[in-house]
């Protein structure tokens, strides 16, 4: 038979740092120093041979960080389930639950199988959406 997490407010504060966390491990480690350090590595030459300097803006590559940290942070939330989804959903005195919008664990544990939180395609759409966006913002920042 199936359990549900049921809702903890005081774990909210957790969910949030450990969001801000991934976010900032996605948009700025992951994706915005790959990208750095792919521009220090880059090469130009003119049609004569000559090196073309690269210069960065400090200001402007700090600002890119903080926005592929940022919109990393807002992906990250959107694809989460939240505590509050988990509220909002036995809220009204009602356990009444539609099985296919919730994810489960692959395993079980005691015969029992935990659902996590409801699944939403917008919120992956938007998602998905906004991580594009953030490399092209991104990407903009930093060579502009």
């Not at 774990?11 to 521009?39: D, E, K, N, P």
């Not at 005691?110 to 906004?130: N, Q």
Request: aromatic content about 10%; glycine content about 10%; charged content about 5%.
């Amino acid at each position: 038979s199936p359990f549900t997490v049921p809702p903890q407010p005081h774990l909210l504060r957790w969910f949030l740092v450990y969001t801000v966390a991934s976010g900032c491990a996605i948009g700025g480690v992951a994706v915005w120093s790959m990208h750095f350090v792919g521009m220090q590595a880059l090469s130009l030459r003119t049609c004569a041979g000559d090196l073309v300097p690269i210069h960065f803006n400090v200001a402007l590559t700090i600002v890119s960080l903080v926005a592929a940290c940022a919109i990393g942070t807002v992906v990250c939330y959107l694809v989460t389930p939240s505590a509050r989804v988990m509220a909002a959903s036995t809220a009204g005195g009602s356990k009444h639950m539609q099985e296919s919008s919730y994810w489960t664990l692959p395993f079980t544990a005691g015969g029992m199988t935990l659902k996590l939180g409801k699944f939403s395609i917008a919120r992956y759409l938007l998602a998905t959406f906004l991580l594009a966006l953030g490399a092209v913002v991104m990407h903009y920042m930093g060579m502009s």
